[in-house]
């Protein structure tokens, strides 16, 4: 994959997400424990043979910033290639939802034409769950000569869907710059597919576990599925890691009476009292006599003793004083915004 480089669209958000995306973008969303959702399409590309990355950044991006760094645990700290940090535009703000805004494209156009080792541009979301191998839909793209290949994927009824991402030559995304200099607010993937006919747009169907996370109830469905072993297993394989920022935690602690239950739990927590159907972030605490059930617990949050907290969502550094109750709904949960004491 030499004669191939990366673009990742970061600079949009999405609403519903409450106090989740109040000091964060989507793409820096805490993901499964202990992942955020840009890991996802930064290994896919790093997995696929690609070492030269660019990364849009939204107007909130001192979190993606702080997560990424110069992309070493992504081997992309490196001379010659690697991890390249991208401006978005101004007027895309924290409250844009258009993720392929050609402005981004327009303000980014030297480090396009100065791929000089990439005939080919792997263009992506950051916001799909997802473990692809691109290869073969890149060597598609090239043996079939199309202008465009975008891929698809098979939600969980058969049906095909878009999957955000699509192949596309360098000269065909310095031919959009210099056609349109000034057509800032226009939808990338809408103008290449206006630009072209049918016959120049080519297609690649992957059959594998993608879930989009454009929505709160996305975001919840994602994390309790990986709660399944076997999909579990699927999108962290072995031969294809998903990297993530390294923070080394001692083992999680599972004190005598605590009772753990269809719970995804990473190193360095601490717990007493009883985690069902939940995933936990690093570092949280749950004391003896708490109860947690159908929760998404960001890190460093404590859980005090004689607690019962049922489908809630608590971002960092929140702590619950001792014998609270909170409940939320099944489809709507209850989001906790960061460093609340409640």
Same mark, same amino acid.
């Given at each position: 994959?030499?004669?191939?480089?990366?673009?990742?669209?970061?600079?949009?958000?999405?609403?519903?997400?409450?106090?989740?995306?109040?000091?964060?973008?989507?793409?820096?969303?805490?993901?499964?424990?202990?992942?955020?959702?840009?890991?996802?399409?930064?290994?896919?590309?790093?997995?696929?043979?690609?070492?030269?990355?660019?990364?849009?950044? %939204?107007?909130?991006?001192?979190?993606?910033?702080?997560?990424?760094?110069?992309?070493?645990?992504?081997?992309?700290?490196?001379?010659?290639?690697?991890?390249?940090?991208? %401006?978005?535009?101004?007027?895309?703000?924290?409250?844009?939802?258009?993720?392929?805004?050609?402005?981004?494209?327009?303000?980014?156009?030297?480090?396009?034409?100065?791929?000089?080792?990439?005939?080919?541009?792997?263009?992506?979301?950051?916001?799909?769950?997802?473990?692809?191998?691109?290869?073969?839909?890149?060597?598609?793209?090239?043996?079939?000569?199309?202008?465009?290949?975008?891929?698809?994927?098979?939600?969980?009824?058969?049906?095909?869907?878009?999957?955000?991402?699509?192949?596309?030559?360098?000269?065909?995304?310095?031919?959009?710059?210099?056609?349109?200099?000034?057509?800032?607010?226009?939808?990338?993937?809408?103008?290449?597919?206006?630009?072209?006919?049918?016959?120049?747009?080519?297609?690649?169907?992957?059959?594998?576990?993608?879930?989009?996370?454009?929505?709160?109830?996305?975001?919840?469905?994602?994390?309790?599925?990986?709660?399944?072993?076997?999909?579990?297993?699927?999108?962290?394989?072995?031969?294809?890691?998903?990297?993530?920022?390294?923070?080394?935690?001692?083992?999680?602690?599972?004190?005598?009476?605590?009772?753990?239950?269809?719970?995804?739990?990473?190193?360095?927590?601490?717990?007493?009292?009883?985690?069902?159907?939940?995933?936990?972030?690093?570092?949280?605490?749950?004391?003896?006599?708490?109860?947690?059930?159908?929760?998404?617990?960001?890190?460093?949050?404590?859980?005090?003793?004689?607690?019962?907290?049922?489908?809630?969502?608590?971002?960092?550094?929140?702590?619950?004083?001792?014998?609270?109750?909170?409940?939320?709904?099944?489809?709507?949960?209850?989001?906790?915004?960061?460093?609340?004491?409640?």
């Amino acid at each position: 994959m030499n004669n191939v480089f990366g673009i990742i669209f970061a600079n949009y958000n999405a609403s519903g997400f409450g106090e989740l995306l109040h000091r964060r973008t989507i793409a820096s969303l805490p993901f499964a424990g202990r992942y955020r959702l840009i890991d996802f399409p930064l290994s896919n590309m790093v997995n696929s043979g690609i070492g030269t990355v660019g990364l849009i950044m %939204p107007a909130a991006y001192r979190s993606l910033i702080d997560h990424v760094g110069s992309g070493k645990e992504w081997n992309l700290s490196k001379k010659i290639g690697g991890l390249f940090i991208l %401006p978005g535009t101004v007027f895309s703000g924290s409250s844009n939802t258009e993720k392929f805004m050609l402005s981004d494209l327009l303000v980014n156009h030297r480090y396009i034409e100065r791929r000089a080792e990439g005939t080919y541009a792997l263009i992506s979301s950051a916001n799909e769950v997802c473990n692809l191998d691109y290869t073969e839909m890149i060597e598609q793209h090239i043996e079939s000569g199309k202008t465009v290949t975008f891929a698809y994927f098979k939600d969980e009824n058969g049906e095909e869907k878009s999957l955000d991402c699509f192949v596309v030559s360098r000269e065909t995304l310095l031919g959009i710059i210099k056609s349109y200099p000034r057509s800032s607010h226009l939808d990338l993937v809408e103008l290449l597919k206006s630009e072209f006919g049918q016959d120049d747009l080519g297609r690649y169907v992957f059959d594998a576990f993608v879930r989009p996370i454009d929505t709160i109830e996305d975001y919840i469905k994602a994390n309790r599925e990986l709660l399944d072993s076997q999909i579990h297993k699927n999108l962290f394989r072995g031969e294809r890691a998903i990297f993530t920022k390294i923070q080394d935690e001692a083992p999680t602690i599972y004190n005598d009476g605590c009772v753990v239950k269809n719970s995804l739990i990473p190193a360095g927590c601490n717990i007493s009292g009883t985690v069902e159907n939940c995933v936990l972030a690093r570092n949280v605490e749950v004391e003896e006599g708490a109860c947690l059930k159908n929760c998404i617990v960001f890190q460093h949050c404590i859980i005090k003793r004689g607690t019962v907290i049922e489908n809630a969502i608590l971002d960092k550094y929140v702590t619950v004083s001792t014998s609270v109750r909170l409940c939320g709904g099944t489809e709507r949960p209850l989001i906790i915004g960061k460093n609340l004491t409640l």
